[in-house]
């Protein structure tokens, strides 16, 4: 059992620093990503038009009603809204790691935030 206290004590450490890690990346977002006339995702207000800004986490396409639907999660630092454009199999720019703009109205679909066809602007 001794034995086992400097490598638990490793590992804690390098849980932490992979914590502190990802909180750091999350302020750095929110920073990047605030702008005037623009609320987080975390506090944008549901059933309203929104303009919200944040990086592509993933892209899917997950059919919806045998109708294709591409799903992208968005991410401000603050929290995170799934892009729904249904009809669509892809759009070009839109990828994992892209930032962009987007305007539209969100909504509760199984307890996720999402917003369906919104607008969007690719950004640099």
Not at 5 to 22: G, V
């Amino acid at each position: 059992m001794e034995e086992d206290r400097p490598h638990r004590s490793r590992l804690r450490r390098r849980i932490s620093s992979w914590a502190n890690s990802s909180d750091q990346h999350a302020r750095d977002l929110r920073k990047t990503y605030a702008r005037p006339g623009q609320v987080s995702i975390a506090d944008a207000p549901d059933r309203e038009q929104v303009r919200l800004s944040g990086t592509v986490r993933s892209v899917t396409l997950r059919p919806r009603g045998g109708v294709p639907a591409l799903e992208a999660e968005l991410d401000d630092g603050s929290g995170v809204v799934t892009l729904i454009w249904l009809g669509r199999r892809r759009i070009l720019g839109v990828s994992a790691g892209r930032s962009i703009a987007v305007r539209g109205r969100i909504g509760v679909q199984d307890n996720d935030r999402v917003i369906f066809n919104p607008r969007y602007e690719l950004l640099p």
